[in-house]
């Protein structure tokens, strides 16, 4: 069984199912990275593992435990941090306080874990009294990524965590993110720009229509001769 098994996903918001038996699965340390057309259902079936749409029939296990049944504020607590790709910081607060935000589960000592985030995104560090609605759009994206990290997360899932930055700053996230799942994180990703974001997965899923069409290891996707062609531009 995966860290985290997500299998047979079927539903929608009340309407017509968006997933249809959707599976999406990762490893302890490992990055899996969801990719597909516009529409594919991409974002709905990372929002089902985070507990934000109604299964109609499917499963989410976590670390052996199935928490199909569990609200998000619950999965939180059980070791799920998700970054949505919108609305993903506090504007008017700074960066300390929207990090302190995401520590509201721990009653610990978190000044070390805040510590971490700085290393990390040092430049968070240089701008932590300054409101986070003044940053580019990169760098709030690190904040809410360090904000998730505050929760001490076992699983982190990012969704479209590259829209609308720069190429340099794709990279570098790209960057960060692998040295978060070097910690043992394990990293569940939608994104947008498949060809960067399938080398740096170890597991690539590829969603049409809200099913899988194919499952591999990022490396061989990138190889897969359709997968290129139809998904990756040629």
């Given at each position: ?55 109609r ?60 985030v ?23 994206q ?60 170890d ?30 531009g040629?």
């Amino acid at each position: 069984m995966s860290f985290l098994a997500a299998t047979g996903m079927t539903g929608g918001y009340g309407g017509a199912d968006i997933i249809t038996d959707c599976e999406l699965r990762v490893e302890r340390g490992e990055i899996a990275v969801v990719v597909g057309p516009n529409g594919a259902g991409k974002s709905t079936a990372m929002k089902a593992v985070f507990g934000m749409l109604n299964l109609r029939e499917g499963s989410v296990v976590f670390d052996g435990t199935d928490i199909t049944g569990l609200a998000p504020q619950e999965r939180v607590r059980v070791g799920m941090g998700f970054v949505p790709q919108n609305r993903n910081v506090f504007v008017s607060l700074s960066v300390e306080e929207n990090l302190e935000m995401g520590a509201f589960i721990r009653d610990d000592d978190i000044s070390q874990s805040k510590e971490q985030v700085f290393e990390l995104f040092p430049i968070l560090a240089e701008k932590r009294n300054q409101p986070a609605g003044e940053l580019s759009g990169g760098q709030r994206q690190q904040v809410a990524v360090g904000r998730a990290l505050m929760t001490q997360p076992r699983l982190l899932m990012l969704d479209e965590p590259t829209a609308g930055v720069s190429p340099i700053v794709m990279d570098e996230l790209f960057d960060r993110i692998v040295e978060i799942a070097k910690t043992g994180i394990a990293i569940l990703m939608v994104e947008q720009n498949a060809r960067q974001a399938l080398e740096i997965a170890d597991h690539g899923f590829v969603l049409v229509q809200g099913t899988n069409r194919f499952t591999d290891t990022g490396e061989a996707l990138l190889a897969n001769e359709e997968v290129r062609r139809s998904f990756l531009g040629g």
